[in-house]
Each structure stands twice: as C-alpha cells, then as structure tokens.
C-alpha cells in the first residue's frame, strides 16, 4: 500500500452544495483532504475544484469514480506531481517593527522571491508563492522575527498535458452529431 500524493480536479456546473457533496466523497471514506480549491475554467460555466489528497492509486481511482457520480459534476481526474504545474500562495502579517534598523526582513524576504503587499503603522503584509515546503519554510524563518498571521491558499494547478476536459466534451459533441 504506498501512498502518494494526487491532485484531482473535478470539473462541474456551479450549483449551489456540490462542494458539501464533494467533500462527503472523501469524509465517508476517512480521507482527510489536504487542500482544496475551486473556482471558474477556461470554459464558461463550468467550475474546477482541485482537490489534493494522500491516498493510494487504488483509492484514488474509486475516488474520482464517486465523484462522477455525483449530479452536476461533468468530470474528474487524477494526476501525479510530475503531470502538473502547481503553486500556493501565502501571506504573512508581520510587526513593522522588525524592519527597524535591521537588514534580516529584507534579506529573507529577497532570499525567498517574496514581496509585500501592504505597510501599516503596525504590520506589513508579505505574499509569497511557491510550493507547499516552499511556503512553510519562509514561514518557520519569519517565526524568528516574529509573526502575527500566517495563512496559505489550497493548490492551484494546471496539467502539463491538454486539459482533458476539452476532448472529453469534444467526443460526446461529436457522438451528438452522429
């Protein structure tokens, strides 16, 4: 049994609790959901979720068959790591204090491709996007200085190959026709 970490991306009409169906696919099953992100395609009207998981390739096929059979949901799929391009973004709230006569902030903030975002008499927000050990790390370094929030999106990810949604509806376009 060796788990491995997937993406799945469920694609779907938006309709109002597919998410809470969504998410019962993978509570029913004791699978904790690592990260999850929705929002609209490149095709209108129809939304993505991107889901990551650990499971095994066994229970990620049973997944995504459930998830098809959910109503509204058009399709799904899984990928490995290597199959996608993904990225996070944090964001961090800090004392502004800390960049007082010290060149630390600023040279942890060039080391880690981060940049801010906003400067309060009281905090500064820095963004950063990267990859989950990415983010972490530039989080455990702030943790020195000290922090008042930390918060990162769910993964955002495109497949290196075609998106396969669009031959999928262009084959039952095409059945149509026949």
């Known amino acids: 049994m060796n788990k491995k970490q997937y993406t799945i991306t469920v694609f779907s009409e938006n309709q109002s609790g597919l998410v809470s169906r969504v998410v019962s696919v993978f509570s029913r099953r004791h699978i904790n959901v690592d990260s999850l992100t929705t929002s609209q395609s490149s095709i209108p009207g129809i939304h993505r979720f991107t889901i990551v998981v650990e499971v095994t390739e066994e229970m990620v096929i049973k997944l995504v068959a459930q998830l098809e059979k959910q109503v509204d949901v058009l399709k799904a799929y899984y990928y490995e ?8 973004i944090a964001l961090y709230k ?24 906003v400067i ?17 790390a530039f989080f455990h370094e702030l943790k020195e200085i000290g922090i008042y929030e930390f918060v990162r999106s769910g993964r955002v990810a495109i497949v290196k190959p075609m998106e396969r949604l669009n031959q999928y509806l262009n084959s039952i376009e095409m059945a149509e026709e026949l």
């Open 81 to 88: 790591p290597e199959e996608i391009v993904y990225q996070e």
């Open 94 to 117: 800090v004392p502004t204090s800390v960049f007082s006569n010290s060149e630390r902030v600023e040279q942890l903030i060039r080391s880690h491709n981060a940049r801010v975002l």
């Open 120 to 136: 309060e008499p009281g905090f500064t927000v820095i963004e950063k996007t990267g990859h989950e050990e990415d983010t972490e």
